[in-house]
């Protein structure tokens, strides 16, 4: 583990699964506390060293009072990761107002709640944010208006909070994904072509030839609230094995 987190609060959304169960995994090895919430939680509870919270992030009320129950266990949180997501494979036409609102609550509006209820906690520590936005953020998918909306949504939300909390010594900063091997992904080619072809002409577009490894991402989270990256606020970091190059 190239990074020491001993002594630092971590809390992770998503962390149940893919990138935010490797994220929440590397953070206790290299010596954090962690907490991580997620709606695939059945109940709260400590496994494995980290501090489960089941909270559904579409849903503010949830969102407060899991925050709530967090701030009773921990007086301080030096790292937020925002990196819960879900995905919409649809056409336009075919996009309900539900699976809409749904990718824009999961994938965006969680992250301006999450961010408001954990600052006054990272300013007092000088903590820092990252979120996870997708390569997708930065160029086009047939079949995702509302997931890559989103995630460009997230893009610039970081930027413009990375601006605000400057001058308090809070950076901000987000991971910029390309197709990963985790649930989300599985999903989109259960039994199917997807929209971007099969699972294989996925992998051919990234330049790498391959998927990225949810541990992989984990490292780049890693790095961005680590002090090796002191002077980083405000970046979208690709790590797309090139897909965006091209
Ligand atoms: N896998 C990829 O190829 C890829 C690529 C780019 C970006 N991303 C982004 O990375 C992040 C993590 O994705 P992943 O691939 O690990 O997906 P995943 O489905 O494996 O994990 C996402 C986690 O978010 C949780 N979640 C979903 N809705 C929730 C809700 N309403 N409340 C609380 N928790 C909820 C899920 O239960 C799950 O544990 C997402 O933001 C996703 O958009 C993934």
Request: aromatic share 8%; hydrophobic share 45%; charged share 20%.
């Amino acid at each position: 583990m190239p990074y020491s987190y001993e002594g630092k609060k971590v809390l992770i959304t998503g962390g149940a699964g893919g990138i935010g169960a490797a994220a929440a995994e590397a953070y206790r090895q290299a010596g954090a506390q962690v907490a991580a919430f997620d709606i695939a939680f059945g109940r709260e509870e400590e496994r494995d060293g980290v501090y489960e919270l089941p909270v559904d992030l579409a849903d503010p009320a949830s969102v407060a009072a899991a925050f709530a129950r967090l701030w009773e266990r921990w007086d301080s949180l030096d790292v937020l990761v925002n990196n819960a997501g879900v995905e919409c494979v649809a056409s336009l036409e075919e996009t309900t107002d539900e699976a809409w609102d749904r990718v824009m609550n999961v994938n965006l509006r969680s992250v301006f709640l999450c961010c408001r209820a954990a600052l006054p906690k990272l300013k007092a520590a000088r903590g820092n944010i990252v979120n996870t936005a997708s390569q997708l953020a930065f160029v086009g998918a047939s079949s995702f208006t509302a997931y890559t909306a989103s995630k460009a949504a997230v893009v610039n939300f970081t930027r413009s909070l990375a601006l605000e909390t400057a001058k308090d010594g809070v950076r901000v900063n987000c991971v910029c994904p390309g197709a990963i091997d985790t649930p989300l992904l599985r999903r989109q080619f259960e039994g199917r072509r997807g929209p971007q072809g099969t699972l294989d002409d996925l992998v051919g577009m990234h330049p790498l030839g391959r998927l990225g490894r949810p541990e992989e991402i984990a490292a780049c989270i890693l790095f961005l609230s680590g002090p090796a990256a002191s002077f980083v606020t405000g970046s979208a970091l690709l790590a797309d094995g090139g897909y965006t190059i091209q």
